[in-house]
């Protein structure tokens, strides 16, 4: 159960770092829980495990991680686009 419970606030930080970015409406369910899951891992690494926690996880540093992922997987899907 504790599996679940990660992967759902990894998808809920993943939402809101793309709410935050502006590219939430195209990022799918499965991309979300990625940048979240990562972002977490990133944003912890960078900035400790500070503030309110869910699922073992710090929720500032989790959506700051997740917006930085966001934003460098945006720009370059985007740039390949063109």
Known sequence: ???L???LIGALIG??????T???GSMGW???ILA???GS???QALLGSWGPQLAGMALIPSIIGAVIVVAV????VGRSKA
């Open 1 to 3: 159960m504790g599996w």
């Open 5 to 7: 419970w990660t992967i």
């Open 15 to 20: 939402v809101i770092a793309g709410a935050i």
């Open 22 to 24: 502006n590219r939430g």
């Open 30 to 32: 499965i991309a979300n």
């Open 36 to 38: 979240g899951l990562i």
């Open 41 to 43: 891992s990133i944003g």
């Open 73 to 76: 997987v945006s720009f370059f």
